[in-house]
């Protein structure tokens, strides 16, 4: 890719009757990231694993076969792990299922226990990293060239984060249950519109930064010239307006309305500015 850090395939395909072109991405950053995240986790995932075969074999079993099948049927669903010792042994319990001392002459019935324990299988572990670090994008556009599905697909992260931010308690909006489809429907074009003005205003004040040359403080007091929206949002949480009469004239103030939060608004433009000057 244009961007060195990526690799791809392309592949024609279609799906639901609609020509498609899709890309296997590879991302060498991610591929050494999950490859360690991987090794810094097999160890606990082997204990786990453990924990569950021996759960699954505890009621034990009514002949050795039965036994043995169990422990290959779950082997065959879990490739990572080897047996690294299997023991089967066999014991008399009562046939009612009770415990405690059976009575004199009653039948009892043999049942098979299996212990066993597992270790890592280091070649089918090798095969899956092998493969981490992997993304398929796909579209409907099949002209699009790998660079741009790749850019488009980057730039997903910006919208995902502006709605983790109105789901989020911060935004402090009220919780609204609805049934009616079109309710829904409308509900979520608002919150795509206020998403929209949301992330212009981020843009903008970025941007207007970068020409300027100029910074603004972020939540820890320190110069950024890129600032989110909320914590813009935030710095004005004081500002208010109030009307005054003053012989039978109205006067309107805005209270704490700082130069600091004058210099944010005249960065963003007139069309702001007018509402506080």
């Given at each position: 890719?244009?961007?060195?850090?990526?690799?791809?395939?392309?592949?024609?395909?279609?799906?639901?009757?609609?020509?498609?072109?899709?890309?296997?991405f590879h991302s060498e950053e991610r591929h050494k990231s999950s490859i360690k995240r991987d090794i810094?986790?097999?160890?606990?995932?082997?204990?786990?694993?453990?924990?569950?075969?021996?759960?699954?074999?505890?009621?034990?079993?009514?002949?050795?076969?039965?036994?043995?099948?169990?422990?290959?049927?779950?082997?065959?669903?879990?490739?990572?792990?080897?047996?690294?010792?299997?023991?089967?042994?066999?014991?008399?319990?009562?046939?009612?299922?009770?415990?405690?001392?059976?009575?004199?002459?009653?039948?009892?019935?043999?049942?098979?226990?299996?212990?066993?324990?597992?270790?890592?299988?280091?070649?089918?572990?090798?095969?899956?990293?092998?493969?981490?670090?992997?993304?398929?994008?796909?579209?409907?556009?099949?002209?699009?060239?790998?660079?741009?599905?790749?850019?488009?697909?980057?730039?997903?992260?910006?919208?995902?984060?502006?709605?983790?931010?109105?789901?989020?308690?911060?935004?402090?909006?009220?919780?609204?249950?609805?049934?009616?489809?079109?309710?829904?429907?409308?509900?979520?074009?608002?919150?795509?519109?206020?998403?929209?003005?949301?992330?212009?205003?981020?843009?903008?004040?970025?941007?207007?930064?970068?020409?300027?040359?100029?910074?603004?403080?972020d939540q820890k007091g320190k110069p950024t010239h890129k600032p989110s929206a909320k914590w813009l949002?935030?710095?004005?949480?004081?500002?208010?307006?109030?009307?005054?009469?003053?012989?039978?004239?109205?006067?309107?103030?805005i209270l704490n309305f700082t130069d600091e939060l004058r210099d944010i608004v005249r960065l963003l433009?007139?069309?702001?500015?007018?509402?506080?000057?």
């Amino acid at each position: 890719c244009l961007d060195a850090r990526y690799k791809y395939a392309a592949f024609d395909s279609k799906y639901g009757g609609i020509e498609q072109k899709w890309f296997l991405f590879h991302s060498e950053e991610r591929h050494k990231s999950s490859i360690k995240r991987d090794i810094e986790k097999l160890e606990e995932k082997l204990a786990k694993s453990q924990t569950a075969l021996n759960k699954s074999l505890v009621n034990g079993f009514a002949c050795e076969n039965d036994a043995r099948l169990a422990v290959e049927r779950w082997m065959s669903k879990h490739k990572r792990y080897i047996l690294s010792d299997i023991e089967i042994t066999s014991d008399n319990k009562k046939a009612s299922g009770k415990v405690g001392r059976p009575k004199k002459g009653e039948v009892l019935e043999k049942w098979y226990s299996v212990s066993c324990k597992l270790s890592l299988n280091k070649e089918v572990i090798q095969k899956e990293q092998a493969v981490m670090g992997r993304f398929v994008l796909a579209s409907n556009d099949t002209t699009i060239d790998p660079n741009t599905c790749l850019e488009y697909y980057k730039e997903q992260i910006t919208v995902e984060r502006g709605f983790r931010f109105i789901k989020g308690n911060s935004f402090h909006a009220s919780e609204v249950y609805l049934e009616n489809s079109n309710r829904i429907a409308a509900l979520s074009m608002i919150m795509v519109l206020c998403l929209l003005v949301y992330s212009f205003t981020e843009w903008v004040i970025r941007e207007t930064l970068k020409i300027e040359k100029k910074q603004i403080r972020d939540q820890k007091g320190k110069p950024t010239h890129k600032p989110s929206a909320k914590w813009l949002f935030f710095m004005f949480r004081r500002v208010r307006q109030i009307k005054e009469i003053d012989n039978s004239r109205i006067l309107v103030r805005i209270l704490n309305f700082t130069d600091e939060l004058r210099d944010i608004v005249r960065l963003l433009g007139p069309h702001v500015e007018k509402y506080y000057v």
